[in-house]
């Protein structure tokens, strides 16, 4: 049986944001992602309604807040996720800006050293040190590959908007508000690249993120791409060529993502 296609399709409302952050966050546990939305859903509504007013559930929205975890809790859970999502965005992000600006060779590796690089010394708001074990690294992708195009978007917009080191789930929030629409016409642009890309000299024919596994862009949004102005494309180049220095290959196994 073919497995069904994911595709991100919002209603226009002002749960369009926590909807689409619940996927992000949740790309593979459907329970915890319904969870999370309900519960936010809730906690929205709670602060909106006047005194007397009423709020319609459906009874399917009811079982997954009665079932649901502290709301603390899911909290939490979506701090840590986004956390590892952010970090797989971020390899995608480095193979598509690689490619975009014709960098040679692009490869998995060479963002994964990349990655490392720009983590070491750095923390998160919580104190806690970025991640750069390989195989840490390795574990993030593999757990949000499906949603890391969207990632990867949303760490290639404006650095004022997702520059930051750690993207919490409330900022990811503020900005999903105001750039929803941009960010996923962003992200359908990454996907197009990265379900039609094999890194060079890999043993593996697979692309970098399969379509059937992806949670797919509504066909009504049109996709977008980063193009580098020579004096950005220069400054790109730059900084991967500083990062990349003490590159080895032979250091990386390279079936490794």
Not at 27 to 52: G, I, M, N, S, T
Not at 160 to 173: G, K, M, N
Request: include cysteine; glycine fraction near 2%.
């Amino acid at each position: 049986m073919a497995k069904e296609t994911r595709c991100i399709v919002l209603d226009g409302d002002a749960t369009d944001t926590l909807r689409l952050l619940s996927i992000m966050a949740f790309p593979e546990k459907a329970q915890e992602r319904e969870q999370w939305f309900e519960l936010h859903c809730a906690d929205f509504v709670q602060y909106a309604l006047k005194e007397e007013e009423k709020y319609a559930i459906s009874k399917n929205d009811l079982h997954f807040l009665i079932n649901a975890p502290p709301i603390e809790r899911m909290k939490e859970t979506a701090i840590k996720n986004v956390q590892k999502a952010v970090i797989a965005g971020d390899l995608i992000a480095l193979m598509y800006l690689m490619n975009q600006i014709g960098f040679h060779e692009p490869s998995l590796n060479k963002a994964l050293h990349v990655s490392k690089k720009f983590a070491e010394g750095r923390s998160h708001p919580d104190g806690k040190k970025l991640n750069t074990s390989k195989p840490k690294i390795r574990e993030c992708l593999n757990s949000y590959r499906s949603v890391s195009h969207i990632w990867a978007a949303l760490r290639l917009m404006p650095p004022s908007l997702a520059a930051e080191t750690d993207l919490r789930p409330e900022a990811v929030v503020g900005i999903l508000n105001e750039y929803r629409n941009e960010l996923l016409a962003a992200a359908k642009g990454v996907l197009e690249f990265c379900s039609t890309f094999t890194p060079t000299r890999s043993r593996s024919t697979k692309n970098l993120i399969d379509k059937e596994n992806a949670w797919l862009i509504s066909e009504e949004i049109e996709a977008t791409h980063f193009i580098a102005d020579p004096e950005t494309k220069q400054e790109v180049e730059d900084s991967l060529n500083a990062a990349l220095i003490d590159y080895d290959a032979n250091e990386y196994n390279s079936n490794y993502l």
